[in-house]
């Protein structure tokens, strides 16, 4: 693999071997997928959402199927960020992998000190889950309003030395607008998108489906509005895009890149088949070929649109 | 590196909603043990979710399934045809514990909760233990009493309830197990049970006030069934357990079944 | 039908046979339906999206096909408001059945003298399309921005006596907000969601699959998100919510309808059974018979959440 | 109120890419007329949307469709069975128009742009009129080529050409058809075309030269097919039209062709 074509891509300094990623909250923290795929192929893994301390999640029911997708609501279990430093960083730092640690909070000080807590952990860069409430500031996602995400790229900024992935929430007005905001305030990269939030209802019960009523979607539903939402952040800012949302296959994640986005994450898909990421990979390969493109960063925004 | 794919030998109906499904498959598994089945290729996402099914039956390279037509997936399932392929991952999970010191095994189960029993027999047989063995299986009526005459056939000893009284005690299995508990007719060393949620508490309870270690296999919605999605989470005493990693065979004391 | 169960129900003080209506859009202007159902059977018909003048629309292609959706950019081709009234209303009218005139303007005014040209016209409501650019205010959506939403509603309601619906964008920060601004500007309902924007790309040849590069994303993909957001809106205002988006059975609608809608409207599911709208009502009349509900306004918002 | 369910009498393949379906109908077809046609139950969304097809064949009872399958909803066309049902909408559209003053008819059509041509002969004898009727017929290769022999069969004169040649004229049927123009080997008083894009231009412009009326049928992506979605437009010299409800069959002369 990669003998013909170029799959590397830098982002925000750190240097990828190809671009395909899993998605955070999707494949644990790598072990779980081991006995089905070569994690050492992946582009980077990006770990389950951590937190300052473990967090045991949400009562079930916590997932519901809806018409090409999936709606969740895991309510960020997790570990805890010590107890993954110790007990599941090295062994995934032994891939040879960058691993990405995907973090929240509940205010700005928990990401900072998560932040720092990170740096010189051995993880290669930090994404910031910012679709979180912010419960200093009356409860409204960090992701919805422009200024706090600003805010809080900022301070977490200054908190480490690691790369910075923003990850956007779809849930605003523009997202233009959110992705300058984060840029504006020295974010190395933006990811996108989160899951959307949505609601399914068991009519027979009159109940929802979830135990918290709400939850996020994600799978092949959401992709036309991530890829739409991927170009029109492309337009808007000069930092590294990564495509997430739906992706199920090359030609999928081929969308993502030709819209502007120079990696992709893979969540949902990996559900349906463990080995997804690989199979994306050689997609994006045979395609180069195919079309003779030898660098993939060649492909990067290539959309024409006259 | 665990292979995902397989291919359908046979699929054929033996009642109005239940199916056996044949596919291809090598390798050891133990009994209790499911997979995660995708019905549908793989680039059709309404159903989106792989479904998960237990194993009934092992044979020379290959494994039975036997489904009952619920919804959407398993409609869709009954038009699988001969050489179709199919992703297939598994074996997963953690399966029914079989102990050595056990002389007398009852097995207590509803509708298609049968299922994975069979193969559990076939197990112990193989392993070369002969405890004695009852089933007691219940259903709405004869449609849900599938495949018993092979447990008859294997030297178990079979109880039948039904809710419209088709057949067997009219009723609820579980209080015919319990009626036969209390007259000593089983002594078991341990009861092991599979069905719906109700049953399964009613068994657990049974079990509990008689001190009966009893396992639970538990039917949840599963978004991945590898561990990674934390969507099949059940309240064990130790916190949120995932079903498809720590089950979906449990130790029925260790659910919080007010939560279930 | 309807003998049984009460479906009638009341919106802005127009009193609904029951609460199934098309979608904007979806119906032409009801004649294209008529030989696949009987239309009287409606409880309300909402026509295409009216202009003052006739617009010829987008260039094809105007559509494509993504997982459990469909993505449009007609581009709002219509005849007109004067043609729609001279030459369609009238056979529509006879059929005795309220006719709800969905309306777009390019800026604050065109929206007010549509909606006096319709005033009396015999239209029994109008729908305001509010996810359109306002061209004098810098090409922001209207449905957008609460403040300006808000001042479209107010207008509007200067300029006709007619009831008012309100259609939201689901392109918004918070739905609340929105739907509070235009309860507060007087609109005597609101229905929602519009399309969400989305884009697809055809690979192989790098160019996005809609001349438009976007469209707008219907079908069931957008009905979790939807009934997400009737229910958000649901606790946030008293007029009458109508839920639309991805319905295409009445399971689908009582979804809306459990989560606070009072009305339902289908458009992309006429595409795949034209008659669909009568199932959806016969199926929503035997879901009321097989749980002892008499009248449908006791479905409203009857989620249970405790 | 028309009807929009339908039953599978048959599904075959007559080729590795190219099948015949039977489906019940009953019914006034006119020949370019289409179907909307959901091969796939209802309740499934991924495809989305019914698919159109054209008639190939009318019988008692009954219509047969001629299809390619080119992607996903084809594909899963091919797993039709007898008794399956389908929702199937219409006769829809405009079809070929048929003048009593043409005494000699050329009908050009690539791939499975033949699909409506037997039907429209088939009908043309049935209303008494016997012109001279050519087909020119093109494809890739020996695979396009199916159906032909009951064109010879019903007296026409059939032409081919194959891009690769195997079998006659090598190259496109286009330029088949302007040769034979050319050389007087047909006078035709008007032609009807079905096919790909570029291929239709090419005939309407080789038309257009010699001033012969051309019909074509275009092939758009389509929503609904009964004209309430807008998607399917083309643009005419009268601005957008319809291909659902103003087409499939249009005066080529009609056509902006720099915008098809
Ligand atoms: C470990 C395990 C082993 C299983 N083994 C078998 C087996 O051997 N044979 C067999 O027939 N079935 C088995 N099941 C159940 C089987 O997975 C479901 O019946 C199937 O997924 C239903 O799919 P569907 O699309 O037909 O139903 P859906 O349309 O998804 O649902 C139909 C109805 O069933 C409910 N439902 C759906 N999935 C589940 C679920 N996983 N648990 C509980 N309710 C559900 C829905 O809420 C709905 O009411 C097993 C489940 C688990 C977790
Ligand atoms: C009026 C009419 C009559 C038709 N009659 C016949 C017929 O008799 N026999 C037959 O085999 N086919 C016919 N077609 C074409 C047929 O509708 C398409 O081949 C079919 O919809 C493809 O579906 P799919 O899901 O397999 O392909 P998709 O997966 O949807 O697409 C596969 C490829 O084909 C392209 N494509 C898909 N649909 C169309 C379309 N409608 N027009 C052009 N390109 C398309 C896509 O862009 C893609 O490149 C007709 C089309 C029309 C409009
Ligand atoms: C079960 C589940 C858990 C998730 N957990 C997280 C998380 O912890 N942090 C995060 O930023 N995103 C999380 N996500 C969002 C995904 O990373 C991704 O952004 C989203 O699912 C869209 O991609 P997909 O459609 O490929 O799944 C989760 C998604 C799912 C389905
Ligand atoms: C082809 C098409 C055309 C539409 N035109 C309009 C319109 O003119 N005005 C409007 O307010 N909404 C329009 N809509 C949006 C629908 O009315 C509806 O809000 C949306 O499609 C979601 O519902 P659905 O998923 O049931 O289609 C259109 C939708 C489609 C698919
Ligand atoms: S099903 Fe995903 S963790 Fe169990
Ligand atoms: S396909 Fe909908 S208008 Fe023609």
Redesign the interface.
Known sequence: MGGTVDLSVDIGGMRLRNPVMTASGTCGYGEELAPYMDLRRLGAIVVKGLSLKPRPGNPPPRMTEVPSGLINSIGLQNIGVEAFVRDKLPSLMDLGVPVIANIFGEDVEEYCLLARRLDGSGVAAIELNISCPNVKKGGMEFGRIPEEAHDLVREVRRATGLPIITKLSPNVRDIKEMAMAVEEAGTDAISLINTIPAMAIDVERRRPRLSSIIGGLSGPAIRPIAVRMVWEAYQAVKVPIIGVGGIMGASDALEFVIAGACAVQIGTATFIDPAVCEKVLKGIEEYMDRHGIRRFVDLIGSLEVS | ??R?LSKVIYNRGISPSYHLLGLRWEGRIDPGQFFML?PWS?????????RPFGVYRVFEGGIEILYKVVG?GTR?MT?LKEGDEV?L?GPLGRGFPFMEGWEEVSIVSGGVGIAPFYHLIQWIREKGSFPALSLYHGGRGEEDLVGIEEFERAGVTVNIATERGTRGYRGLISDLFKRDLEKGKVRPSAVLSCGPKGMLKEVALICRERGIPCYVSLD??M?????????????TKG??QRVC?EGPVFESEEIVWE?L
């Open positions: 590196m665990k995902t995708r793989f680039d059709r996402f309404d159903p989106l979710l792989n959407r869709i038009g992703i991952i949840r919605m978004g991945c069934g590898i561990g990674t999605c934390l969507g099949c989470v059940v309240r916190g949120y990693m939560e």
